[in-house]
């Protein structure tokens, strides 16, 4: 195996160090945020989504340094309500598009023709090519010192899903895999996923079998 150790990653360039580190925690959700305010919509891409717990439904991701203009922070603080956006590998070359830095007050949404969908009890635009939908609120954030990043937190309002990836005898379990939800790694590559097997709840002394 190839040893790097921290002077040395620090010699390497920006970018090559940020692809490096960035791919090395393996592959990553994608999401597109839509938030709302004052007639204007975004859209921004993240991969930084993670679960924070089921009751209450909570969510969190990362929110790089605001010294340059965050645009979903910016509206966020006007309107804490917004939508979390699955992408499809149909979706995938708009959705990076979203990453671009347009300039304030222009929507991403007609930038890269994505359709800007209101419906249920939120106040921002869902995207309507998403195959699963949230909605959410934002609630809190904690600082992260060491790199002036903010983490955000949310609760779920509400979702919206596509009938078929439940199935009819669902016991909460979504197929991702049938929604071709794509992910991410390092700083531009994408992967899709492939399902290989459910297994049972782990106990001790349980012999770990598949479902």
């Not at 393996?26 to 709302?36: A, M, N, R």
Request: with cysteine; aromatic share 10%; proline share 6%.
């Amino acid at each position: 195996m190839i040893h790097h150790d921290l002077p040395q990653l620090d010699q390497w360039p920006t970018r090559k160090k940020a692809h490096f580190i960035n791919s090395i925690v393996g592959y990553k959700s994608v999401h597109l945020i839509g938030t709302h305010h004052d007639g204007w919509s975004n859209l921004s891409i993240i991969s930084t989504l993670t679960h924070l717990g089921s009751n209450p439904a909570l969510i969190g991701f990362v929110l790089r340094p605001t010294t340059v203009p965050r645009h979903t922070y910016e509206l966020m603080k006007e309107n804490p309500f917004f939508t979390v956006n699955n992408i499809s590998e149909p979706m995938l070359m708009r959705a990076h598009q979203c990453s671009a830095k347009y300039e304030e007050g222009r929507s991403e949404f007609e930038a890269v023709g994505f359709k800007e969908e209101w419906k249920g009890q939120q106040k921002a635009p869902y995207v309507g090519e998403s195959p699963i939908q949230l909605g959410c609120e934002w609630i809190n954030e904690w600082p992260i010192e060491e790199n002036r990043c903010r983490f955000l937190v949310a609760k779920i309002h509400e979702v919206f899903i596509e009938e078929t990836l439940m199935g009819n005898d669902s016991d909460g379990f979504i197929s991702l895999d049938k929604a071709q939800l794509v992910s991410a790694s390092g700083m531009d590559a994408y992967y899709t996923p492939r399902f290989l097997h459910r297994q049972n709840y782990a106990k001790p002394d349980v012999e770990p079998h598949i479902l």
